[in-house]
């Protein structure tokens, strides 16, 4: 897993750098919650991409938080917001743990945070 860097967006404007998603998946810092966003492009012209995000912990019946999936279409690009709900510190405080089905491969993802 690669810890992805978060890029602060500034009012002049800003073009995050993108880097190749790992295929073992990344980590990144989820932010206040409101604020922080995993932004995927899937550059693979006939395959849809789904990237999941593990979310830590139990309903209070004990049930386990679903994991949110989002598919990312053929040449499309998503926002994710990574809300501090997915903050697991099993993986490092702040942090939450996200995976890509199939393969990484065509997939670039940035971390930006507004404001």
């Keep these: 897993m690669a810890n992805l860097s978060t890029q602060n967006i500034v009012a002049a404007g800003t073009a995050p750098t ?3 998603a790992a295929s073992g998946g ?6 206040n ?3 922080t966003f995993l ?6 012209d ?3 991409r789904t990237v999941t995000i593990a979310v830590p912990g139990s309903t209070s019946y ?16 998503a926002w994710i917001p ?3 709900e997915y903050a697991d ?3 490092a405080v702040g942090r939450c743990a996200i995976t890509y089905s199939d393969s990484a491969a065509d997939l670039t993802v940035a971390v930006v945070r507004m404001g």
Excluded: M
């Excluded at 990344?26 to 932010?31: F, I, K, W």
């Excluded at 004990?62 to 690009?77: C, F, H, K, N, S």
């Design 26 to 31: 990344d980590t990144a810092e989820v932010g």
């Design 18 to 20: 993108f880097s190749a």
């Design 82 to 84: 990574l809300r501090k």
């Design 89 to 91: 510190s099993q993986v």
């Design 39 to 44: 932004v995927v492009k899937n550059a693979n």
């Design 62 to 77: 004990g049930e386990l938080l679903p994991d949110p999936a989002i598919e990312v279409a053929a040449e499309d690009e």
């Design 46 to 48: 006939t395959n849809a």
């Design 33 to 35: 919650g409101g604020n």
